[in-house]
């Protein structure tokens, strides 16, 4: 049996690793509400858009986007985390070009000190929102409650139920400007800082070392600082 020239070609084509690359789409998890993936979003879309990979995020609350991601059946991956998760999630695979770096902050609105690391809040009845793995992995011990969202957070800091809370200083931001939030304040220095990464499942690994290449590149033009200051700005910008 004869294969025409043609129909060689195509075939040649289509198994081809650009066009497979090329062809594919991914949906990668990530934490409802973020302020955080305001920033890492475009970025990873600019990414994997010069890739030819069209992507999309789906949202979770911050511990069920880490589950997820790790079964990698809905999903393909993690929008943003700190390093060191294949621990506990040995499914996923960081991708090595930091695309984000977070400051973990305490915010208060009666009790005042300096922020010396963790050790220095363990006096206190400490706020912390679940799945936010550097808040729980540094109260461990302490006197803490974990609740689900941002908003329960701050409501339970103003009706003086936490002596302190504590965020990202980014997603802090957007309710530090609120109207009911003008009496709390934030102690310094951060308690903590970290470097976020994006995460693939084992199944995307082959995707990494390109990924990579093209996300190293955007920070050399210096893309992802472009990203955090244009967000920035116009979260700190008054109504």
Known sequence: MKIKPLFLSLLLILFSPYFLIASQKLVIASVLNSQIAKVTQPILIEAYKRLGIEVSFKDFSAKRSLHVANEGVEVDGENHRIAGLNKKYPNLVLVPVSIYTIEGIVISKKVHFKVDGWESIRPYIIGLRRGIIFAENGTKGMTRSIVYSNEHLFNMLNSNRFDIILLTRINASKYLNQ????????????????????????????????????????????????????????LTSKP
Do not use: C, W
Request: glycine share 2%; hydrophobic share 40%.
């Open 179 to 234: 109207v009911e939030n003008r009496d709390l304040i934030v102690l310094e220095p951060p308690i903590e800082t970290h470097t976020m990464y994006h995460y693939l499942h084992k199944k995307n690994a082959h995707l990494i070392p390109k990924l990579s290449k093209v996300l190293f590149e955007m920070q050399e033009e210096g893309l992802l600082k472009h990203h955090k200051d244009a967000f920035m700005k116009q």
